[in-house]
């Protein structure tokens, strides 16, 4: 009698008037289906945190090299990886900090300004009159937008359960778009000047500051979004019992009856009232450290892609223009939007997040490994068989974020999304600013060895891409990866 007692007192819930956390939770008990309004705008929120880091992938071979700073032709990828670098710089010094600020005063306010944050520095980036405000401007973008911790933990928090897997699908299908896309707008947008003439004038302000124009479009739309999130709801629960554990729940049900389930709850997957304590999460840490590496091939993959692409023949290249690299991203990005929102969340479902992330990392390897014999191919067949590729490459990327993403936010309570995914965020941009440097430095250094007899020129640049990807699916497998018990 006295346990249905408990279970009853457990199972009403207790709302307080003037906490926003317990309004959404009402908001989510009157919940039927999907509901598509917070799903858009969550997307519209992490594509504009998305949109500014790979926007100058398509230009940044040309921009470097109008900014006189190399010496050479080979060298020019070397520059270009530093500035793709200090934005990931940036973010991994402040990560923690914007995760602290989201569970102390709200996701809200870190969120807008992070939006903010790309209104003004994306803008000024586009602005550059040298090498130096380049990286300047692109760090400072990066260090004032802790946007993405925070919306994973909101995402988490603004759906009912049985929907954040397509929440957190939603974020790294926009993250992965945004990705595509932005360099899509920047393959088309950059030197607007000699590609639109009859448009843009030399003497314009687009013609003295070629790039500039994609960093303007998407930092309008960034202001649209700021704009509409003074509407957006706040979960963060204020109030008082909230400082010390997650609000009742279904789950504190669950966590009373442990004779239930036949599992006694252990300290550190319940009470973890610290940031300090959440490093003996193995959960969560394990998900993090396999979120880094993949992160780090991603990064190094995507400044590679464009500067392989754009790099003359002679050096193993493609010679495409930005436009053309811009196309093939369009294409990527539309093709990973349907399978994201249609068939990932089916197949996460059926297999779970773990082995989606492991057959994902298996299937890029030999894939990765064909793209030094695509650049054999032209006309028609190597533009097929590159857009294929280059959609197979991202649809598989994304899912293994997708399923990491999903692993980390069941990993904690709510009350620690927000430190929890500052974590993340901090060491996923300290290997993600290696990831461009890196990539940079080894794709000219594998561009002056045409001629070696062990992989010469870009099959070396791949077969680095695919140690680090097995190195991730390696770390895919127990003991090392863990999913926290439920």
């Given at each position: 009698?006295?346990?249905?007692?408990?279970?009853?007192?457990?199972?009403?819930?207790?709302?307080?008037?003037?906490?926003?956390?317990?309004?959404?939770?009402?908001?989510?008990?009157?919940?039927?289906?999907?509901?598509?309004?917070?799903?858009?705008?969550?997307?519209?929120?992490?594509?504009?945190?998305a949109l500014p880091i790979s926007s100058l992938f398509p230009f940044l071979y040309f921009m470097v090299r109008d900014f006189h700073i190399a010496k050479r032709e080979e060298d020019i990828n070397f520059y270009a990886g530093y500035i793709g670098a200090a934005y990931m710089l940036?973010?991994?010094?402040?990560?923690?900090?914007?995760?602290?600020?989201?569970?102390?005063?709200?996701?809200?306010?870190?969120?807008?300004?992070?939006?903010?944050?790309?209104?003004?520095?994306?803008?000024?980036?586009?602005?550059?009159?040298?090498?130096?405000?380049?990286?300047?401007?692109?760090?400072?973008?990066?260090?004032?937008?802790?946007?993405?911790?925070?919306?994973?933990?909101?995402?988490?928090?603004?759906?009912?359960?049985?929907?954040?897997?397509?929440?957190?699908?939603?974020?790294?299908?926009?993250?992965?778009?945004?990705?595509?896309?932005?360099?899509?707008?920047?393959?088309?947008?950059?030197?607007?000047?000699?590609?639109?003439?009859?448009?843009?004038?030399?003497?314009?302000?687009?013609?003295?500051?070629?790039?500039?124009?994609?960093?303007?479009?998407?930092?309008?739309?960034?202001?649209?979004?700021?704009?509409?999130?003074?509407?957006?709801?706040?979960?963060?629960?204020?109030?008082?019992?909230?400082?010390?554990?997650?609000?009742?729940?279904?789950?504190?049900?669950?966590?009373?009856?442990?004779?239930?389930?036949?599992?006694?709850?252990?300290?550190?997957?319940?009470?973890?009232?610290?940031?300090?304590?959440?490093?003996?999460?193995?959960?969560?840490?394990?998900?993090?450290?396999?979120?880094?590496?993949?992160?780090?091939?991603?990064?190094?993959?995507?400044?590679?892609?464009?500067?392989?692409?754009?790099?003359?023949?002679?050096?193993?290249?493609?010679?495409?223009?930005?436009?053309?690299?811009?196309?093939?991203?369009?294409?990527?990005?539309?093709?990973?939007?349907?399978?994201?929102?249609?068939?990932?969340?089916?197949?996460?479902?059926?297999?779970?997040?773990?082995?989606?992330?492991?057959?994902?990392?298996?299937?890029?390897?030999p894939l990765l490994t064909s793209y030094s014999y695509i650049a054999m191919l032209s006309g028609v067949s190597l533009s097929i068989v590159l857009n294929c590729a280059s959609l197979l490459k991202n649809v598989l990327s994304t899912s293994i974020i997708t399923g990491l993403f999903?692993?980390?936010?069941?990993?904690?309570?709510?009350?620690?999304?927000?430190?929890?995914?500052?974590?993340?965020?901090?060491?996923?941009?300290?290997?993600?600013?290696?990831?461009?440097?890196?990539?940079?430095?080894?794709?000219?250094?594998?561009?002056?060895?045409?001629?070696?007899?062990?992989?010469?020129?870009?099959?070396?640049?791949?077969?680095?891409?695919?140690?680090?990807?097995?190195?991730?699916?390696?770390?895919?497998?127990?003991?090392?990866?863990?999913?926290?018990?439920?």
């Amino acid at each position: 009698m006295a346990n249905g007692e408990l279970q009853e007192k457990l199972l009403k819930k207790h709302y307080y008037e003037k906490c926003p956390g317990c309004k959404v939770d009402e908001m989510k008990e009157r919940q039927r289906g999907v509901p598509l309004k917070q799903l858009f705008t969550i997307w519209s929120i992490v594509l504009c945190g998305a949109l500014p880091i790979s926007s100058l992938f398509p230009f940044l071979y040309f921009m470097v090299r109008d900014f006189h700073i190399a010496k050479r032709e080979e060298d020019i990828n070397f520059y270009a990886g530093y500035i793709g670098a200090a934005y990931m710089l940036g973010r991994t010094l402040t990560s923690m900090f914007w995760g602290l600020v989201a569970d102390r005063y709200g996701r809200k306010p870190v969120i807008l300004i992070g939006v903010i944050t790309v209104v003004v520095f994306n803008t000024l980036f586009g602005l550059s009159m040298n090498y130096w405000m380049a990286i300047s401007t692109r760090f400072l973008l990066g260090a004032l937008n802790g946007l993405l911790g925070p919306i994973k933990a909101y995402a988490s928090e603004i759906f009912r359960p049985e929907y954040h897997a397509v929440a957190l699908s939603s974020i790294s299908t926009s993250w992965a778009i945004g990705l595509i896309v932005g360099p899509a707008l920047g393959g088309f947008l950059a030197q607007p000047a000699e590609k639109y003439p009859a448009i843009f004038s030399p003497t314009s302000i687009f013609g003295r500051f070629p790039y500039f124009l994609p960093c303007l479009f998407i930092s309008v739309f960034a202001l649209i979004v700021a704009v509409s999130l003074f509407w957006l709801p706040e979960t963060l629960h204020t109030h008082p019992s909230a400082i010390i554990s997650p609000p009742d729940s279904y789950n504190a049900l669950e966590d009373a009856r442990p004779e239930s389930t036949g599992k006694t709850k252990r300290k550190d997957e319940t009470e973890m009232p610290s940031g300090k304590s959440l490093f003996k999460n193995w959960p969560l840490m394990s998900s993090i450290i396999v979120y880094c590496i993949f992160s780090l091939h991603d990064m190094a993959y995507s400044e590679i892609f464009s500067l392989w692409a754009e790099s003359p023949r002679k050096f193993g290249g493609l010679s495409y223009t930005t436009q053309n690299v811009g196309v093939i991203l369009a294409i990527s990005g539309f093709g990973l939007l349907v399978f994201q929102l249609s068939l990932y969340p089916l197949v996460e479902k059926m297999i779970g997040p773990i082995m989606v992330a492991r057959i994902s990392g298996v299937l890029s390897i030999p894939l990765l490994t064909s793209y030094s014999y695509i650049a054999m191919l032209s006309g028609v067949s190597l533009s097929i068989v590159l857009n294929c590729a280059s959609l197979l490459k991202n649809v598989l990327s994304t899912s293994i974020i997708t399923g990491l993403f999903i692993l980390q936010n069941s990993a904690v309570e709510q009350h620690q999304r927000g430190v929890a995914n500052g974590i993340a965020m901090t060491a996923m941009s300290l290997f993600k600013s290696v990831g461009p440097a890196a990539g940079g430095a080894v794709l000219s250094w594998a561009q002056k060895r045409q001629n070696a007899a062990f992989l010469p020129g870009v099959q070396l640049v791949f077969f680095i891409l695919n140690i680090i990807e097995a190195i991730g699916v390696l770390m895919t497998f127990r003991p090392f990866l863990v999913e926290r018990c439920q």
